[in-house]
């Protein structure tokens, strides 16, 4: 699945309920905050990770199945979910494009007006 169609989706879903919208955002973050540190890992530790990975992917999934189910009753366009499929790979690129998402519109850059590139530096000393 490439960007453009990632970027489909993530739109489509933005006119869902909003309470079920809020719990695909926060399933996206559990899974794609979980540690990637699988080479440093022992083997009990990477079927620990392998384990709540696999939790927090599917977790994921049903929330997206009951965002799109809960858009279909309320008569809104729910297209997305199939678009969107069933492979784990695709779902997985979606959460972290809906998770980059989050970041930037949570933490917006000032305003031009506001960004003061004349800031004196001191000289600096020898």
Do not use: C
Request: proline share 6%; no cysteine; aromatic share 6%.
């Amino acid at each position: 699945m490439n960007q453009e169609t990632i970027a489909q989706v993530y739109a489509a879903i933005q006119s869902g309920h909003e309470r079920l919208r809020l719990r695909v955002e926060r399933a996206a973050i559990r899974f794609t905050s979980i540690p990637g540190e699988w080479w440093f890992m022992t083997p009990p530790e990477r079927q620990d990770l392998e384990k709540q990975r696999t939790s927090a992917h599917n977790a994921l999934i049903h929330t997206l199945n009951i965002l799109s189910k809960s858009m279909a009753k309320e008569g809104l366009d729910n297209e997305w979910r199939d678009i969107l499929g069933d492979d784990r790979k695709n779902i997985g690129d979606f959460a972290g494009f809906l998770v980059e998402q989050l970041r930037k519109s949570r933490q917006p850059a000032p305003p031009e007006e506001e960004i003061d590139i004349n800031v004196s530096r001191p000289a600096p000393t020898h």
